[in-house]
């Protein structure tokens, strides 16, 4: 038996690629199709709790590369059923053993960009300490500027890096997505100040054209991105990490999964970087 | 009779708000809503030519803020052939009285944003000379990321501006439109840098939720961004020119254009600075 290609060692398969498929039968074919890490979404856990999604995980021999999500410090939810959400998040995280909490930290609102992030600077320092008791690394999501006002007020590198670096903690870290940052005209240049801070890596494309704000992402190489020079990018910074393919599309959750675990296994076979996880 | 208030001198509607309308009936009914200037699109001229929209112009009394568009220097068609229909874009202004010619400056392609901008750049400096002789100046608009693989590689004002600040012409500037830059974390400082080089600003809000990409924007205070913080932080760097209105919207073309008129006028006179036009 040949050995297994690095490339294989480092694919995570986000949950949300097949967000239409029952979360035992997502798991049971990135098992048998060869892919070893998944990251979970918290509403579709198998049995519907993270304890009986552990215990699935570990029946397929598939480890958990992080946990969608926590966040939402801004939005309309009070303040204090946000922190007892994220703690459970955390709590969650660290039971099905997923080394990173994603955060999608909340719009910007009706009061503005400044108070947006204000709050979401504060729902990180009252989070962390928790984060550290269980040993799970929160990861700031920036997201696409046209999600600002649904989903974050994150919306380049830069300023997750800003927002993370003035915390300057080792569970506090960024994730970074290509759907999500592609468009940066200083993408390149915020990989690289990144460099200390990049914990996570989602892969999507950007079709082109685009009709649907939330779910039109592209499987890797079916748009227009450069995946290829943000990956290498990204492993000339260090970055050694999982890297979860993440593609909401009615298009691809209407295929078979099986098909789907194969085609991205295949696709992100040409385009990671060939070093195997640190 | 009254003094008209500086707000009505300074407002101008771009017939994008009134896209489903025809261009003859648009232009009554502004001057009969008291409305001074317009902001043309080249495919909706009354009577298909920029001659006889500028006698419909000069009939109704209204002049023309800026005419939309020029751009695309990256995209399908030949580098030529946008050559050519740049330069009859600056005639097409010039003959009616415009002094703005809007740049769209074309979309990111498959060579990536380098190469997009580059090519931006050398079209640019190629029309550049055409507009000095026909006392056009060009102003190239920055577009949300979320356009820019299908309209803009410039998706910052500030990276707008870096490419204008290249230039440093007087028939070069930047456009400003609240609805693609409001997202921008750096914005406020954008704008301050933006001091001599902005020469045209659009108005329109972000809906939430959004559900379009390209026909989802809304009226002046229908969403969520601080235009009354935008334009005040405009007026501050010294801007005092017209402020179009443009909303693409279905729900806004299928309402009577006279009430899209006075509902326009009355939102702008409450956002828009007392300043007069200098």
Redesign the interface.
């Known amino acids: 038996m040949s050995p297994t290609p690095a490339a294989d060692a480092r694919l995570s398969i986000n949950q949300a690629t097949a967000q239409t498929t029952a979360a035992e039968t997502f798991l049971e074919a990135c098992a048998a199709g060869g892919v070893r890490a998944v990251a979970p979404w918290r509403h579709q856990y198998v049995g519907g709790q993270a304890r009986t999604m552990r215990r699935a995980l570990d029946q397929h021999g598939l480890r958990a590369s992080s946990l969608c999500r926590g966040g939402f410090f801004t939005g309309t939810r009070p303040a204090d059923e946000a922190a007892r959400d994220n703690r459970a998040a955390v709590e969650e995280a660290a039971e099905l053993g997923a080394p990173i909490l994603v955060l999608v930290c909340g719009?910007?609102?009706?009061a503005?960009?400044a108070v947006a992030?204000d709050a979401i600077r504060r729902g990180i320092e009252e989070l962390l300490p928790h984060a550290v008791e269980h040993d799970v690394t929160l990861a700031v999501e920036p997201f696409?500027?046209?999600l600002?006002?649904?989903r974050s007020a994150i919306?380049?590198l830069d300023?997750a890096i800003s927002l993370v670096d003035a915390f300057d903690h080792p569970r506090l870290g960024v994730a970074v997505d290509t759907y999500h940052v592609w468009?940066?005209?200083d993408i390149l240049n915020a990989i690289d100040r990144s460099r200390h801070r990049t914990v996570a890596v989602h892969v999507a494309d950007?079709l082109?054209?685009?009709?649907d704000?939330l779910a039109g992402r592209g499987l890797p190489g079916d748009?227009?991105v450069?995946l290829s020079?943000l990956l290498r990018t990204l492993e000339e910074t260090g970055y050694d990490g999982d890297v979860e393919v993440e593609v909401m599309n009615p298009i691809v959750w209407s295929t078979p999964v099986d098909e789907v675990v194969a085609d991205v296994r295949t696709r992100m076979r040409t385009l990671l970087p060939v070093q195997a996880p640190g």
């Not at 719009?107 to 009706?110: C, R, S």
């Not at 082109?208 to 009709?211: A, L, N, S, Y």
């Open positions: 719009p910007v609102t009706p503005g960009p992030v696409h500027p046209m600002a006002a649904e919306v380049t300023q468009w940066d005209p950007w082109v054209p685009t009709t704000l748009g227009i450069d020079q």
